[in-house]
């Protein structure tokens, strides 16, 4: 559905399209009721767009939305993977097409990031954002996320997959949602964000005036890692999402004995494992033998193991001693998508 129609100037004109999904962005809640208390996935990704169309006149041609999907992030499925990118490609392989954004939840935001970044073709921007708070909130962080995002889409800067969210902006894979409530809910890691979005009238940090801004570019190399590819070819999955590459995630703790990954190898569509581990990628003693038993048993090899540290901020540095595959810079649940696709990729 195109929601309105803009012309340029000083510019070609293009289009932007909006995928919705669902989230708390398009969240609602009965007055009254506690910030946490709302349904998410109930507004329309058109009408989350309509109030913010004036203040994109002069700067985007046409502005498309599109209902991918409208759920909650938590409960976000592998066959609304599939629909979002089929979708995002299309939107890739349109000359018209000058950058798109996806609204989406947080919960598992970095997840469908890397998800992203693995199987699209194609360098045109791509811009997830979302809210910390409903759309029917005084505090509704939604529209101001939503407005960046549409800025950076058309961005000449910006190539690749991209988290635009509190004025900040990351090369998608690099970000993991770092707390559950909190309006400065995602962090880079260490990373710096790539892009800082500037008010008009900002002074010294503090915004003067309304929505009006501009993205301002650090001088790092964050925009090429939005542009790399997580592989070297862009992955083809299945048509049948049941036959995606089935990876489960184990936690390495104290006291961790090995029988919960045990467990999880006796079924036979389990096709990698990624361990949650502890600090620079340690993993319990008792946990390696069991991977190592399963190695000598032909249950597994070794490039169906991927190790992540479950630390919210920083990521592996070095090889750890234990020489199971390592990503270094991934989530567990961020590793748990790359190894999917990795062996989605060898199959």
Request: glycine content about 10%; overall charge neutral; aromatic content about 4%.
């Amino acid at each position: 559905m195109v929601v309105s129609s803009m012309h340029s100037i000083g510019a070609l004109d293009c289009t932007v399209r909006v995928l919705g999904t669902g989230g708390t962005i398009a969240g609602t809640a009965h007055a009254g009721a506690p910030e946490n208390a709302y349904k998410a996935g109930q507004v329309a990704v058109e009408d989350l767009l309509k109030p913010l169309l004036p203040g994109l006149r002069g700067r985007i041609g046409q502005v498309q939305a599109l209902q991918v999907a409208q759920v909650d992030s938590r409960n976000m499925e592998h066959a609304v993977w599939q629909r979002l990118a089929a979708e995002l490609q299309a939107g890739l392989d349109d000359p018209t097409v000058l950058g798109q954004v996806v609204t989406h939840g947080t919960d598992t935001l970095e997840e469908t990031a890397v998800f992203l970044q693995g199987v699209l073709r194609g360098s045109k921007p791509v811009v997830l954002t979302a809210a910390m708070r409903p759309a029917t909130s005084a505090q509704a962080d939604g529209p101001r996320n939503l407005l960046q995002a549409l800025h950076l889409a058309v961005d000449p800067a910006a190539q690749g997959v991209w988290l635009a969210f509190g004025r900040q902006a990351w090369p998608a894979i690099q970000v993991r949602k770092v707390h559950p409530f909190a309006l400065e809910a995602f962090c880079g890691g260490d990373g710096p964000p790539a892009a800082q979005w500037v008010c008009a009238g900002e002074q010294d940090g503090t915004p003067v005036g309304g929505n009006s801004g501009a993205w301002r570019w650090s001088e790092s190399d964050l925009r090429a890692q939005a542009a790399r590819p997580l592989a070297a070819e862009p992955v083809s999955l299945p048509a049948d999402v049941e036959r995606w590459p089935r990876v489960e995630i184990v936690h390495s703790h104290a006291g961790a004995d090995g029988r919960l990954l045990q467990l999880i190898l006796t079924d036979p569509t389990v096709q990698g494992v990624v361990i949650s581990a502890t600090g620079n990628g340690s993993v319990h003693d008792r946990l390696q033998d069991t991977l190592r038993a399963a190695l000598s048993q032909g249950r597994l090899k070794c490039h169906q193991i991927l190790v992540a540290s479950r630390c919210t901020r920083g990521w592996v540095v070095g090889e750890p001693d234990h020489g199971w595959p390592v990503a270094s810079r991934l989530t567990p649940a961020q590793a748990r998508v790359a190894l999917m696709l990795q062996l989605a990729a060898v199959a």
